[in-house]
């Protein structure tokens, strides 16, 4: 069974670089016809898709949060990662690392998620 | 970006009761790729429905997807306890976004 597992600073200070890590494992990250994605949930609040990033490297972002996004893909460690810059509050949220299905572009397998706290 | 919203906000049932979500898009969205999730408090959300009416692994058959071009529908048929929960619907349509999502409640 595919299992994700997100890792990263549970705080960061406004202004700095929020930097997630999500692991996979039971299946391979070079699997064909998936792609590899983070979203993210504010407390109590609703769902936002932030980005997917195919095993090639290619990338694709959210126009709301392209120009601070930026997601990597280390395959040789079967994990990718994810990197926003210029946080404020307003990017606290739990952040899901999860399977996308290319094509027909749903999401199969989550991590558990990861509070990400933007506070001085 | 194609905006969907989602109705009721809140949905008040008993156990046993038939559950009729909508979802509707700003724009037409493309039925394969179009989804619908459930999530449980303190868990990730749960893949229950994909390309608008095709049932993902595990998930029973009181769960159907329904819809096309703007208007679609999500029907628990008799809710069980654990179907009580917050539900999801998604697109992707040159960029992917979420509905706001539908709480079911215990009445």
């Known amino acids: 069974q595919l299992q994700l597992q997100e890792s990263g600073s549970g705080l960061v200070k406004p202004s700095q670089t929020l930097s997630l890590t999500c692991a996979v494992s039971g299946g391979s990250i070079t699997s064909g016809g998936y792609s590899w994605s983070w979203i993210r949930q504010p407390p109590g609040k609703g769902l936002e898709w932030i980005g997917y990033i195919y095993q090639s490297g290619s990338t694709f972002y959210n126009p709301s949060l392209r120009s601070r996004v930026t997601m990597s893909i280390d395959r040789s460690k079967s994990q990718f990662s994810l990197h926003l810059t210029s946080v404020t509050a307003a990017d606290t949220a739990v952040y899901y690392c999860?399977?996308?299905?290319?094509?027909?572009?749903?999401?199969?397998?989550w991590g558990q998620g990861t509070l990400v706290t933007v506070s001085s | 970006e194609i905006v969907l919203t989602q109705s009721p906000g809140t949905l008040s049932l008993s156990p046993g009761e038939r559950a009729t979500l909508s979802c509707r898009a700003s724009q037409t969205v493309r039925s394969s790729s179009f989804a619908w999730y459930q999530q449980k408090p303190g868990q990730p959300p749960r893949l229950l429905i994909y390309s608008a009416s095709r049932r993902a692994t595990g998930i029973p058959d009181r769960f159907s997807g329904s819809g096309s071009g703007t208007d679609f529908t999500l029907t628990i048929s008799r809710l069980d306890p654990e179907d009580f929960a917050v539900y999801f619907c998604q697109q992707y349509g040159g960029s992917l976004t979420f509905g706001g999502g539908t709480r079911v409640q215990i009445k």
């Open positions: 999860a399977r996308l299905r290319d094509g027909l572009y749903y999401f199969d397998f």
